[in-house]
Nanobody
Framework: QVQLVESGGGLVQPGGSLRLSCAAS????????MGWYRQAPGKQRELVAD???????NYADSVKGRFTISRDNAKNTVYLQMNSLKPEDTAVYFC?????????????WGQGTQVTVSS
C-alpha cells in the first residue's frame, strides 16, 4: 500500500552527475530508513546508500566520496546526488523504504530508474 516513485535517471557521460529522487506516499507506517539499491543485468542487487529516520547515512564503499544521500522528511522523499559517475555505476536504481507498523516491519520497493553512464 506504500507507493515509491523514483525519478531522475538517464544517460550521462563518465564524470557527469545525476540526481535521483524517490517520493513515498500512502500507508500508515513509520519510516525506519530509506535508501537506494542498484542492480545491473545478471548481477545481484546491492546497497548504494541509505539514511535512517534519525539522519544517519551509510554508503557502499564503491560510491563513498561521489554519491550523497539526503532526505526531506516532510515530503517523505529521499535523494541521491551522484557525481563523478563511472561506467560501472550503470544499473537500475531502486528506492527502498523500510517501515514499521505497530506490530511488523515492512520493506517497499520502487519500480526502478535506469542510470546509464557511457560516452
Amino acid at each position: 500500500q506504500v507507493q515509491l516513485v523514483e525519478s531522475g535517471g538517464g544517460l550521462v557521460q563518465p564524470g557527469g552527475s545525476l540526481r535521483l529522487s524517490c517520493a513515498a506516499s500512502g500507508g500508515s507506517f513509520s519510516i525506519n530508513a530509506m535508501g537506494w539499491y542498484r542492480q545491473a543485468p545478471g548481477k545481484q542487487r546491492e546497497l548504494v546508500a541509505d539514511i535512517t529516520s534519525g539522519g544517519s547515512t551509510n554508503y557502499a564503499d564503491s560510491v563513498k566520496g561521489r554519491f550523497t544521500i539526503s532526505r526531506d522528511n516532510a515530503k517523505n522523499t529521499v535523494y541521491l546526488q551522484m557525481n563523478s559517475l563511472k561506467p560501472e555505476d550503470t544499473a537500475v536504481y531502486f528506492c527502498k523504504l523500510s517501515g514499521r507498523s505497530w506490530r511488523y516491519n515492512y520493506d517497499y520497493w520502487g519500480q526502478g530508474t535506469q542510470v546509464t553512464v557511457s560516452s
